[in-house]
Each structure stands twice: as structure tokens, then as C-alpha cells.
């Protein structure tokens, strides 16, 4: 059983550590091309929070953005690899966070090309949030190894 489980949890993590590899060797200088993809969303959500609170609001980087996704992805798939609750709360926080930013179907219409798209992988998150959510909740849940008390020898009495 214990292959198996680090069997499955490997499995789970390289799509969060081979995404994360890749954005690594395509960062650059610019940030790669994560950053072109989320710098028109980043924009709009800064400048809807500049709508509603004013000047206080500080300027999101984009490159930030990408190297905390890296690193969140990254870390955090090493660890869930060897069945740290940790590694999970990380892919928890990224999936979170970058879900709503990245796949936002929200935003077209049902006709759009996009919408559908966007939808299904919306969803294909939302069920890896899900598998996650599951382990933390195993982990909590599962008893630890008890280590039984030995017996003391007793003495033949004759």
C-alpha cells in the first residue's frame, strides 16, 4: 500500500512540478509567457480594486505573480510527493488563487469559443482542489502508528 500511495501522489504532483519546471526555463526576462497571459488580468483586477479603495491599493508585478506560482507549485509538489500536509495546503493556496484569475470563463458568453474551454479546465481545477482538500483531510483523519507497549516477562514460579 505505501508504494502505491507514493505511487499516486507522484503522479498528482508532476503536473504541478512539470508546470512549474516549465515556467521556469521560460521566464526570462519579460516573465515568460505566464506573465503576457495573466498581465491583462492582473491589470483588471487592479484596476477594479483602484475603483473601490482609491490610490491605497499597491501595484501587483507580474513577474511576481509567475515566481510566487512557480515556487508555490514547485515546493509544493516536492512535498505533497513525500506526503507532507504541507505540499498540499501550497497546491491548495496556488489552485485558490490562480484558478479564478487564469480560467475565467466568467467573463464570455455561452456562444464564445473560449467560454467552454476556459469552463472545463475551470473545473479540472476544481476537481484537483477537490483531490486535495481529500488528502488533508485523510491525513487528519488517519491514525498515526501506535507503538504497542512490550509485555513484561513474567517468571515461572515453582
Known amino acids: ?11 498528482f504532483a508532476s503536473l504541478f512540478i512539470l508546470s512549474a519546471w516549465q515556467m521556469f526555463n521560460d ?26 479603495f482609491g490610490d491605497v491599493v499597491p501595484k501587483f508585478d507580474v513577474k511576481h505573480v ?7 507549485k514547485g515546493v509544493g ?18 489552485l485558490l488563487l490562480m484558478t479564478p484569475l487564469l480560467h475565467d470563463f466568467y467573463n464570455y458568453e455561452m456562444d464564445d469559443s473560449r467560454f467552454h474551454s476556459l469552463l472545463a479546465d ?29 509485555q513484561p516477562i513474567k517468571t515461572k514460579t515453582t
Open 1 to 11: 500500500m505505501g508504494f502505491f500511495s507514493f505511487f499516486g501522489r507522484l503522479l
Open 122 to 150: 475551470f473545473i479540472q481545477n476544481l476537481a484537483l482542489f477537490g483531490a486535495l482538500l481529500y488528502f488533508i483531510g485523510m491525513k487528519s483523519v488517519a491514525p498515526r502508528k501506535l507503538v504497542k507497549k512490550k
Open 66 to 72: 509567475v515566481l510566487s506560482s512557480m515556487a508555490l
Open 77 to 94: 509538489g516536492i512535498l505533497f510527493v513525500f506526503g507532507s500536509t504541507t505540499g498540499a495546503y501550497l497546491l491548495t493556496y496556488h
Open 27 to 52: 521566464f526570462g526576462d519579460d516573465g515568460g509567457p505566464a506573465a503576457k497571459e495573466l498581465a491583462p488580468k492582473i491589470s483588471s483586477i487592479q484596476r477594479n480594486l483602484v475603483a473601490k
